[in-house]
Nanobody, 115 residues
Framework: QVQLVESGGGLVQAGGSLRLSCAAS????????MDWFRQAPGKQRELVAT???????NYTDSVKGRFTISRDNVLNTGYLQMNNLKPEDTAVYLC?????????WGQGTQVTVSS
């Protein structure tokens, strides 16, 4: 049974940092692409960052230089380090793992940034 469990969200002041984790089980983590999305109330889901099985990464422009995506294929866990957080980063953050036509999602973790 595939399971993705996100953690690390919370309430932080603007300028602060959080590290989100996405722990996976029941699949071959190392071959999968991992994405972090976020969804704010009333807004469309937004792709924030991607890390592929070869370690290459992409970021949406609004988080470049502030967020870092990484993965640990031994622990089957992915991370999103978020620094210099801004109120506009407030959202539910979700991780997904994809390989070919298979896609799996976590339940999401709330990140709230106060001004």
């Amino acid at each position: 049974q595939v399971q993705l469990v996100e953690s690390g969200g919370g309430l932080v002041q603007a300028g602060g940092s959080l590290r989100l984790s996405c722990a996976a089980s029941g699949l071959i983590f190392s071959i999968m692409r991992m994405d972090w999305f976020r969804q704010a109330p009333g807004k469309q889901r937004e792709l924030v960052a991607t890390i592929r099985s070869d370690g290459s990464t992409n970021y949406t422009d609004s988080v470049k230089g502030r967020f870092t995506i990484s993965r640990d294929n031994v622990l089957n866990t992915g991370y999103l380090q978020m620094n210099n957080l801004k109120p506009e980063d407030t959202a539910v953050y979700l991780c997904s793992l994809t390989w070919l036509a298979s896609e799996y999602w976590g339940q999401g973790t709330q990140v709230t940034v106060s001004s």
